[in-house]
């Protein structure tokens, strides 16, 4: 599914603009756009790094003010009450560090990536922990660039091992 989406969108755009419009999407965000842009999208790391940061965090500020209202509006339907229990559920089972740890623990949980560990799943972790949004913005934007030089430097060095790889049979 995930591959047919930006399989789909490269049709269409610029490498540059898959990378920002991939990083906005939950699930994928920093994490699949790197990847995409570093290695399919043939964009050099300096160009494809900021646009993943900031395609990443577009949506954060929005999840974090609507957040409340969005989730009151949702849970007046039974199956939009199940679903925001389920997520307010999850979320909180997977925030134990955001908890202990605060804002260090924010950027920690947003650093490591990992499924659900994202900036979508930090801001809603913020919100649940009763953090100040505007510090947890802050502390989701570290946590991004952290991620962001991880999946760079994994795939980068995928990258370079695949190259060997297939230099050794040429």
């Avoid at 399919?40 to 609507?66: D, R």
Wanted: charged residues 15%; contains cysteine.
């Amino acid at each position: 599914m995930r591959e047919a989406i930006v399989e789909f969108l490269s049709r269409f755009l610029s490498p540059h603009v898959v990378t920002f419009l991939v990083a906005m999407l939950p699930i994928f965000e920093l994490r699949g756009a790197l990847p995409y842009a570093l290695t399919l999208g043939k964009l050099p790391l300096a160009q494809a790094f900021p646009i993943a940061v900031l395609g990443n965090m577009l949506p954060i500020p929005f999840i974090m003010y609507l957040l409340e209202p969005g989730t009151r509006l949702i849970s007046r339907v039974a199956p939009g009450k199940r679903f925001v229990d389920w997520l307010f559920a999850r979320t909180r089972a997977r925030s134990e560090k955001v908890r202990k740890y605060e804002l260090l623990g924010l950027i920690l949980f947003v650093a490591i990536p990992l499924p659900v560990t994202g900036a979508w799943t930090g801001a809603l972790a913020a919100h649940l922990c009763g953090l100040k949004k505007g510090r947890s913005l802050l502390a989701i934007t570290c946590g991004v660039c952290i991620a962001g030089i991880v999946v760079s430097l994994v795939t980068l060095g995928i990258k370079e091992i695949w190259a060997l790889i297939l230099g050794v049979f040429d």
